[in-house]
């Protein structure tokens, strides 16, 4: 019954919230909020709650890319977080939100990975970023994203005594150079819709994710939904998202 009153609230050019088809919720963002982590944050996006952490380990770089350091991204779906998500493994949703949210900060070259090999093809500093779900309530990629990237913004590479690592002292910032923003925009009934709620996502046709960089460099796209997507409304929708992208990187600084 709720997503059939959401639907036909959309035909009629109205939200359930009484929302503009292109305003986001309320967005908050809170940086170290972890003590232990050597970055994190946590957003909301009206109820949508994630929480981003960071941790910075000593390893080895991978064999086709000798002279860099290491990125990694996982979700955790609480089971608290929505009654679907249960405990044990990461599921579907979980292993995509992470690839998104991994490709998004990998193609637009946002950390200097460079900058984080120590000894080329032996030893380079591992960036972590464990995502962690603990409300959802619709918009979970746009939200996992900002929490990610403002976790990466606030964390510091830990201290490097010879082979030890001393996380009580900081030698700099991790190399941070560009803020990827990412941006969902859901097609339904003919009409374009930016941060959909849970109810809302329920309903929507299909969707494109667009990862856009501080010079308005496109450097990610992810499709979703069973509808296909002409090329006009693809083009409209990534107008969209660089346009509303400088609304949400105007909320980091």
Request: with cysteine; aromatic share 6%; net charge negative.
């Amino acid at each position: 019954m709720e997503e059939k009153y959401a639907l036909e609230l959309i035909e009629n050019g109205k939200r359930i919230d009484e929302r503009g088809f292109k305003d986001f919720r309320k967005i908050e963002i809170n940086r170290n909020v972890i003590p232990k982590a050597e970055g994190s944050a946590e957003v909301k996006f009206g109820d949508t709650h994630i929480i981003a952490g960071i941790k910075i380990e000593l390893g080895e770089p991978f064999d086709d890319t000798p002279n860099e350091g290491v990125l990694s991204v996982s979700t955790e779906f609480t089971p608290m977080a929505a009654p679907e998500f249960e405990s044990g493994p990461p599921g579907e949703d979980a292993i995509e939100l992470s690839r998104v949210v991994d490709r998004g900060i990998r193609e637009s070259k946002c950390i200097e990975l460079e900058k984080l090999c120590i000894t080329p093809g032996e030893k380079a500093w591992c960036v972590f970023i464990d995502i962690y779900v603990i409300s959802h309530q619709g918009n979970l990629l746009d939200c996992a994203a900002l929490a990610a990237l403002s976790a990466l913004l606030s964390a510091r590479i830990p201290k490097l005594d010879g082979e030890k690592v001393i996380r009580t002292e900081y030698q700099g910032k991790l190399p941070v150079v560009f803020k990827p923003i990412t941006i969902t925009i859901g097609k339904v009934a003919n009409r374009f819709i930016l941060d959909p709620t849970f109810v809302e996502g329920n309903v929507l046709e299909s969707k494109l994710t667009v990862c856009i960089r501080d010079d308005d460099n496109i450097c990610a796209l992810q499709k979703q939904g069973r509808m296909g997507l002409a090329i006009e409304e693809i083009e409209e929708m990534v107008d969209i998202a660089i346009e509303k992208s400088k609304e949400i990187r105007g909320l980091l600084k």
